[in-house]
């Protein structure tokens, strides 16, 4: 079943819920697809009443802010050794050239890094636990954490919810013209049937006439 069927089927609460602990969780520092999750949810809301647009974008920013919050704790206690388990649990996302290119970006951005890896998937799971393994100090990281986390939450619902909502008014306009051009194809094809017929029956009648009369016996 597809993320968005599936979020289709359960309570505005519920999706809200989901959406906060699923891009919580992948801010943390656990590889999720929280940005498939973000996408799908604000799609969802362009189309459906009872979710809000703006509290899910708010849900997700929440998320997004505590969620690396949590990371950057972890990492300032966990340090090095924490990124060894890590790459050993998930070596497709902590491998050691992943880190070693998050590291390279931190040196050479800082904040920024934190700021605008929140738009990169890769940086988005580091960025929290990697921040607090190099002593980033926290008042930088919550500066870039908080602008950097609403700006990618709250836009994406935005964008997407508004998407959803142009596409929807669209495929609705698309529809009726595919209505009207049905029934007028219809009715042309009918028309033209029609016409060949009585030409057709035409025709058999002037043969009919210059055929000669057979004599009689």
Do not use: C
Not at 58 to 87: E, F, H, N, Q, T
Not at 114 to 135: E, T
């Amino acid at each position: 079943m597809h993320v968005q069927e599936w979020l289709d089927t359960v309570p505005a609460a519920a999706v809200y819920a989901v959406v906060g602990l699923v891009i919580g969780l992948e801010s943390l520092g656990i590889p999720l697809p929280g940005e498939i999750i973000l996408v799908s949810a604000a799609l969802l809301s362009s189309q459906h009443a009872g979710i809000n647009p703006f509290v899910l974008g708010a849900v997700a920013s929440a998320g997004a802010v505590i969620g690396d919050s949590i990371g950057y704790a972890i990492g300032r206690k966990g340090g090095r050794p924490l990124l060894a388990w890590l790459g050993r649990k998930f070596p497709k996302h902590f491998s050691e050239g992943h880190i070693a290119t998050a590291e390279r970006s931190f040196e050479k951005w800082g904040m920024w890094a934190v700021f605008f890896g929140r738009f990169v998937a890769l940086l988005r799971i580091f960025a929290g636990p990697l921040a607090g393994v190099l002593r980033m100090p926290y008042w930088k990281f919550l500066i870039a954490n908080v602008f950097g986390g609403i700006l990618w939450a709250g836009g994406t619902t935005a964008v997407i919810y508004y998407v959803g909502v142009v596409a929807e008014s669209w495929l609705k306009r698309f529809s009726w013209l595919g209505l009207v051009l049905a029934v007028l194809i219809g009715l042309t094809s009918m028309l033209v049937i029609k016409r060949k017929a009585k030409q057709a029956q035409q025709a058999q009648g002037a043969q009919q006439e210059t055929e000669p009369v057979p004599a009689g016996d």
